[in-house]
């Protein structure tokens, strides 16, 4: 017996150490990269978090390693049994290189997805999540996009090189050891690697709840808030992988019941809209311009405050059309992707917790403007210079009720294709105002442009006619608001331009220069635009506008007689008065008058967004009317929303 204990602790030896501690040594440098990269993570997007101090950083890593446990066990779920289960023929060469290649594998694809965020947390700012596979499954051009961005962000895939490299060479070499001998030899060396194996069955069940207390939960991406002072620093403590696999087969939503009773819910908040007996309906013809991540920030008239600052804006036409509009100072989108934008603007159902068109709950009957225009003999359409089916925008148009859909099948002209995301967005608003000359009026019909967008290029023969300012999107914002010029121009010479009703808005804002446009709430401002060819309902109001605030707000217009279900209000008969949300972080953010509340199970920030623009002075618990108020709409907005998203009641039947 005891010759078979001794060969069972020289057989637990690799090149002169224990197997056990060669495999903590390798995790050991796992986890040094996950910390690594998420050093880098923050350096990388360290503009966005200018709050941070030192401390602070520390905190947010110390709490980062128990998201990183999480998130390294479950890459791990296979490597980890197969080296530590007490079968002889881990010792197999074979084996032990099929070992070596699963560890290097998958740890360098989790590695790998923290740095693609490096770069990618600017359009989003939150960390991936398992959605992204949902969001581009669609798209037909992945190798020349996923091409793209190694070529333009080279330095991110140099790093991922590295860090593959470093995972190979403290792998180490294995070596072929010899079985052990007799009966004895094999009780011993099998009964004994039982032990390590319970101690590491107890260390995954710990790691991957995220501690060993009974009252324990599994951690979610919420849990990070607790190492932050803002709730947009919960990206730096998460990492991509743990982002990912914890929102795999996930149901977004779930009911609560903060309001007992309907009645008492409805007297807070309620998205039926009644319909205005007192107006006259009008058969004005609806068009929607969704620009390409068309930030506020980018617009000179939306900006005069930054004038002393050196500001520039990189729209004229839009500037000169924004006199002759009613605008609103104050507009947010309700989402920070593409396909949050289109159940935003077009049937006013924000992004909360999840996309819709992504969630569970994307088959649900929808209202929208085609549907309500639609049954009153609207002509109905939209338009995406896209491959079809890019974004899932066709699915959505059909479920929202367009019933013509124009992408880049429809569009005869190749050569307009920038070769990576769409036709160019001057051929393409050409062609749009000529097929809707060709539409029977009354015609409601959107369009989403795609010039405006990585890799950030304009066509041959524009390049150095728009200014490139500090940032490679600028030169495109111009591109295309000479795109959108030369649509209007193409349109007034048309006999249904003066009856037409103009929306102008983006899908979300992009890139950011000035520190106002980096701040929690400065990364959905984007344009709200409405234009009406002699009206006088025009100005730049002082006022809060969003995305789904636009539906209703043009059925409003139109005078529009039946009830229908939106999140957002008429903007000229406001119901709920001066008030906005969006979700980004785990937290809700809801703005009412001249406040907005943050908010992710508790209320957690309170700031006055106009006087301060960068959200420095927190003034939680100041005013705890305003606040109690706030809190009690904000839990009302999210009862009705998830309620009605579960049980299918997006319509008024």
Known sequence: MKEAWNNYFRDLKINGKNLYIVELRRFAVVFLLFSATRILFYLFNASYFPEITFSGFLTILAGGLKFDTTAIIYTNLLYLPLAFFPFYFRYNNGFRRFLKYLFIVTNGLALGANCADFIYYQFTLRRTTATVFKEFQNETNMLSLFGKFIIDYWFVFIIWIAIIAILVITYGKTHKTSKPNGFKGHLVYFANGLVPLLVLATLVVGGVRGGFKHSTRPITLSNAGQYVKEPKEVAIVLNTPFAIFRTMQKQSLQKVNYYATQEELEAVYNPVIMPDSTATQQNLNVVILILESFGREYIGAYNQHLKTSGYNGYTPFLDSLITESLAFRYGFSNGRKSIDAMPSVLASIPMMVEPFVLTSYSGNRVNSIASELGSLGYHTSFFHGAPNGSMGFQAFANVAGFKEYYGLNEYENTSDFDGMWGVWDEPFLQYYANKLNGFKQPFASALFTVSSHHPFRVPEQY??????????????????????????????????????????????????????????IGVFAVPIIFYKPGSTQKG?????????????????????????????????????????????????????????????????????YRSDSLLQQNLLNQYPDKEHAMEQKLKGIIQQYNQRMIDDKLRVE
Not at 476 to 499: Q, S, V
Not at 545 to 570: C, E, H, R, S, W
């Open 463 to 520: 390049e150095g006619k728009f200014p490139k300012g500090e940032l490679a999107i600028h030169q495109c914002i111009g591109y295309t608001d000479h795109a959108l010029k030369r649509f209007f121009e193409t349109a007034k010479t048309m006999p249904w331009f003066e009856n037409t009703l103009f929306v102008i808005t983006a899908d979300h804002a992009n890139e950011p220069f000035y520190p106002e446009y980096k701040t929690n």
């Open 540 to 608: 730049m109001r002082m006022e809060l506008a969003q995305q789904i605030d636009i539906m209703p707000t043009v059925l409003g217009y139109l005078g529009y007689q039946k009830p229908f279900v939106a999140f957002g209000q008429n903007l000229l008969k406001r119901k709920d008065g001066d008030m906005a949300i969006n979700y980004t972080a785990s937290t809700y953010q809801l703005f009412m008058d001249d406040m907005v509340l943050l908010y992710n199970g508790k209320a957690n920030g309170l700031y006055s």
